[in-house]
């Protein structure tokens, strides 16, 4: 059974920079053909995309968000990384990861966090 947990600050200041890192246990982030996901939820909003990271290392943005959005991943450690610059409330939500086998519907993703939540706020 594979185990995410997102980890990072929980309060970030406007115009910094949001940090999140999602660790993986009972499977590894290059098994193929997994994708690893960064999701957000807004309060009183749906699940919004914003982005992955693949097996192989390619990354992928919501267009929304990829201007200021990066996902890196350190394969000796199992992990993978969110990094939001230029922070505004808007930004505050619970932040998941989560993994799919590809395809863009909720019901793809069968592993999720347990979610973390970002105020941003000065």
């Known amino acids: 059974q594979v185990q995410l947990q997102e980890s990072g600050p929980g309060l970030v200041k406007p115009s910094q920079t949001l940090s999140l890192t999602c660790t993986v246990s009972?499977?590894?982030?290059?098994?193929?053909?997994?994708?690893w996901h960064w999701i957000r939820q807004p309060p009183g909003k749906g699940l919004e995309w914003m982005g992955a990271i693949a097996y192989e290392g390619t990354d992928f943005y919501s267009p929304s968000l990829k201007s200021r959005t990066s996902i890196s991943r350190d394969t000796s450690k199992n992990q993978f990384s969110l990094q939001l610059s230029s922070v505004t409330p808007e930004d505050t939500a619970i932040y998941y990861c989560a993994r799919n086998l590809g395809g863009s519907s909720w019901s793809s993703f069968g592993s999720w966090g347990q979610g973390t939540r970002v105020t941003v706020s000065s």
């Open positions: 009972g499977g590894s982030i290059t098994t193929t053909y997994y994708y």
